[in-house]
């Protein structure tokens, strides 16, 4: 059975022991270990059951650090990392030559990240070195935004989990590459809209993946919880009648026979409630679930993004 901490002598200790931690950030919690501990990292894509071809991201306790692991920072780097540092942003950067493969999947770039949450900072800096902390959940199944998601997640083992309350922005960090020789290029929306970096950068990011996986959460089927999910635009009206079906909407709730939850029409508001909702719905045994697909403008990208990864379209 996991076990509760808020004792971070005892959190660090746990980490330079080799084992894995659950901490918070303000995007997830995340499955920590000693980045520069090969078995460590290795327990992570164990218990995650998370191949390793999916790379994994390095959380540092300040951007000073990035210089220990990239190969080289550029100017645009720079710029980023000083406007949105600590925060919901990893950027991939050049590896150094000494940087474990098995992080990086064999290639030659690393993601690293500033976490912002003050419990996760104050860990770090404590613990004096990095961690990777891909989300604290099994593989490809819905994000944990609180601790009772972890302890959820891992019921059968005994993981130490640091207790930092409820997530504040709900998804992933938005993720964008910046290598030599190459285009900015953004891997994974996050709630840190493409517009603001792009704004910085002074010119347009290119979108998705190029060749190699370059970063986590890009396969096709993510964040999706166990009950069949489906997402609409065109309400399937003859489904508000049926007990067994779930819904979520988004701020256009109507009466159905089935539970429903209606997380508003507020972007930030959503992205932070939107897998605590996943987890209630899909804990109650239903037939299906029904997603109200939210507007398709850049503010609800990230949101967009997930949803398309944890349910069929229906329409």
Known sequence: ?????????????HL?????????????????????????????????????SNPLIVHLAEASQAADWAASIGPDAQRLMARFWPGPLTLVLPAADWVPRSITAGQDSVAL???????????LERFAGAL???????????????????????????????????????LESTIVSLLPGQAPRLLREGMLAAGEIEALLGQPLNRGSEGAVRAPGQHHR???????????RQLPQEALDDPACGWLWCGQARPSAGPALDLGADPADYAQGLYAALYRL???GLQRLLIQSPPADEAWAAVSDRLARASTPLD
């Open 282 to 284: 899909d804990a109650l």
């Open 16 to 52: 330079r022991a080799g084992q894995l931690l659950a901490l918070p950030t303000e995007t997830v919690y995340g499955l920590a270990a000693d980045a520069r501990n090969a078995e460590a990292v290795a327990r992570v894509f164990a218990l995650k059951g998370r191949p390793s």
């Open 1 to 13: 059975m996991p076990e509760f901490t808020t004792d971070l002598d005892l959190a660090c200790a």
């Open 113 to 123: 990240r500033v976490p912002a949450h003050p419990l996760a900072r104050r860990l």
């Open 222 to 232: 993510h964040y999706a919880p166990g009950t069949p999910s489906w997402r609409f």
């Open 132 to 170: 990777v902390a891909p989300s604290a959940n099994r593989y490809m199944s819905i994000s944990p935004t609180c601790s009772a998601h972890v302890a959820q997640q891992f019921a059968e083992t005994d993981l130490l989990i640091l207790e930092g309350g409820e997530c504040r922005v709900g």
